[in-house]
């Protein structure tokens, strides 16, 4: 398995609820800024977007599994790699901790698509490059 990438991420008030945790959901908008970020920088570091390379790609499934939860205050590592590749999905793994404390698994599962048409493709060989 290749490095994590790894992203932070502070826990802010707004995305807490009334138990002082981050709320449910807010997890897998943490996983989609570290996911989107890591694209971003190791895909098009030059910014032309991922078209450019005759790739996009959607949501099929994702899980959540919860160890501890974050509360406001806190930063979370996220650890993100590729955890399976298929011929048009793949499986992004998240890891999620806080001062090396395990919080939150997430596993989520993409389609590449063909940009702008949102029809399932091969994942492009570049794309499989750079994120291993």
């Known amino acids: ?8 991420v502070r826990v802010r008030y707004g995305e807490c609820d009334m138990q002082k945790v981050v709320f449910n959901a807010n997890y897998l908008a943490y996983c989609d800024d570290a ?8 895909l098009t570091p030059d910014g032309s977007g991922f078209e450019s390379l005759g ?3 959607m949501l099929k499934t994702a899980t ?3 160890h501890a939860p974050l509360v406001m205050g806190e930063t979370a590592q996220l650890a993100c790699t590729v955890g399976r590749w298929g011929n048009a999905s793949f499986d992004v793994a998240i890891v999620g901790t806080c001062g090396g404390d395990p919080r939150f698994e997430a596993t989520i599962t993409y389609v590449s698509v063909v940009p ?12 499989r490059e750079r994120l291993d």
Not at 1 to 8: E, I, K, L, Q
Not at 35 to 42: E, G, K, L, P, Q
Not at 116 to 127: C, D, F, S, Y
């Open 35 to 42: 996911i989107d970020s890591w694209f971003r920088a190791v």
């Open 64 to 66: 959540v599994t919860w």
């Open 116 to 127: 702008g048409k949102n029809q399932p493709t091969r994942i492009p060989e570049i794309v």
């Open 1 to 8: 398995m290749s490095t994590p990438y790894v992203h932070a």
């Open 55 to 57: 790739f996009d790609f």
